[in-house]
């Protein structure tokens, strides 16, 4: 398998240049991408074209994300051979050894995203800014798709050649791009594998441009689709149970008759807008997961009915739960696409 490093630079500095010293002496294809960094800064990547990188320009910053497009459009058309890129940050916090490791890790797991994990907490000293911003991030992205990735924020990945011309479409231009990328792993089907590498920091990080909260919100956004369908159609099952029980219908037929018309909206709207995925055979699992909820929210609205307890309220206590059991089951049963 042959590989190559991926260096996206805005501004380096001499870690830069000690980088570059340490990768070519393992003889390393290098291309790195000047991100509009400005004269003062053209020595860097003059030393790095002397040592045998090739050097992309943009002439103003465009930010990371088109930086390591213009990378992989780069590699694509120009480097045939190429099996195997290997995304890595100017700033030193990269070492040549964990970018060894997950060219090895690549090489043993083919058609795999290779993921260079920090936050071992193994004694690492890493800045509380960093713990918090990943640790926040980790859990609303496992909430968000189900992916235990542990370092959501890392720069060092390894790309496999036949995901670049999706990765050179993918929206994103500035820090969003790698979460992005990270956000489309189960819709493309990709395997990825997460590798324990060094941590390391310089100036406790104070050069960072990743933003938390910002970033939390970017993985929010992809379950708000999913929240607004679900308020619509509870919406559309609320409002025809009342209809029903109104008519003086029996409470159980309410629910079932709501639930029904409500799912065939709910199931249209998730399949083309949410997860993507308008496969007809999904339908048959569609439908066995909401008959189950059917049952059980019949069941149980009726059993707290029975209690005194107001229909609507009780309808209430039972889909709430039953919410959160149906978001997990369409996501991982119903419209979880297969893996290589």
Not at 167 to 191: A, C, D, I, Q, T
Request: one cysteine or more; aromatic letters at 14%; proline letters at 4%.
């Amino acid at each position: 398998m042959k590989s190559v490093v991926l260096i996206p630079a805005y501004k380096p500095g001499e870690k830069f240049v000690v980088f570059l010293h340490e990768l070519f002496k393992l003889n390393h294809k290098v291309v790195v991408v000047n991100d509009g960094s400005g004269e003062e800064y053209d020595r860097y990547f003059e030393t790095a074209s002397r040592l045998g990188a090739v050097v992309l320009v943009h002439e103003e910053n465009k930010g990371k994300g088109r930086a390591l497009k213009t990378g992989l459009k780069y590699v694509l058309d120009n480097m045939p051979d190429v099996d195997f890129v290997v995304t890595a940050d100017c700033d030193g916090q990269h070492t040549p050894k964990d970018i060894q490791k997950v060219i090895d890790s690549g090489r043993e797991n083919p058609n795999t995203i290779i993921l260079g994990g920090r936050f071992s907490g193994k004694g690492d000293k890493v800045p509380r800014r960093s713990v918090l911003g990943n640790t926040v991030t980790r859990w609303v992205f496992r909430l968000a798709t189900g992916l235990p990735i542990k370092d959501t924020q890392t720069g060092l990945r390894g790309l496999p050649r036949f995901l670049i011309p999706k990765l050179v479409e993918l929206k994103g231009e500035r820090f969003e791009y790698e979460m992005n990328m990270l956000l489309y792993l189960k819709e493309w089907s990709v395997p990825f594998l997460e590798i324990p590498i060094s941590t390391i920091y310089y100036d406790n990080n104070a050069g960072s441009h990743f933003n938390t909260f910002r970033d939390a919100w970017r993985i929010f956004k992809q379950i708000v689709s999913f929240l607004l369908v679900a308020i619509l159609s509870l919406i559309i099952d609320y409002s025809l149970f009342k209809v029903f029980s109104l008519l003086g219908i029996w409470i159980p037929l309410c629910y079932v008759f709501a639930r029904i018309i409500s799912s065939i909206f709910n199931f249209a709207m998730n399949a083309r807008f949410v997860f993507k995925n308008q496969d007809k055979k999904v339908i048959l699992k569609y439908y066995l997961v909401a008959f189950f909820i059917m049952i059980a929210g019949a069941g149980g609205t009726n059993l707290f009915a029975s209690l005194g307890i107001p229909e609507i309220l009780s309808k209430i206590m039972i889909d709430l739960p039953l919410f959160f059991a149906s978001y997990i089951l369409q996501r991982e049963f119903v419209f979880k696409k297969k893996m290589f």
